[in-house]
């Protein structure tokens, strides 16, 4: 029976190639808007975009709010990963 559901699963291979490499583009994508570098880097383009002109304050105002609703959430899913480092050593 294997044998013949894996004959009639076979045309939807490629749907499930194209799925897990979807979820795998999601995974990146996260990891890079949530890492902590990159909010610090984004955050000082905002501070010199701002001293430059090329942002008022109330855009900085709404950019800064969103790049630190980022750090927050990166912060708190690091936290326990943190923790469990140090009682580990």
Not at 2 to 27: D, H, K, N, S, Y
Request: aromatic residues 4%; charged residues 35%; glycine residues 6%.
């Amino acid at each position: 029976m294997g044998m013949f559901t894996g004959l009639l699963t076979l045309p939807l291979a490629p749907v499930r190639g194209v799925a897990w490499i979807a979820e795998q583009v999601m995974e990146e994508m996260e990891r890079e808007l949530y890492d902590e570098d990159n909010i610090r880097r984004e955050m000082l383009q905002l501070e010199l975009d701002f001293e430059d002109g090329l942002i008022d304050n109330d855009e900085r105002q709404v950019r800064e709010d969103a790049l630190l609703e980022r750090l927050a959430i990166s912060q708190a899913g690091d936290a326990p990963l943190a923790d469990e480092e140090t009682d580990d050593g």
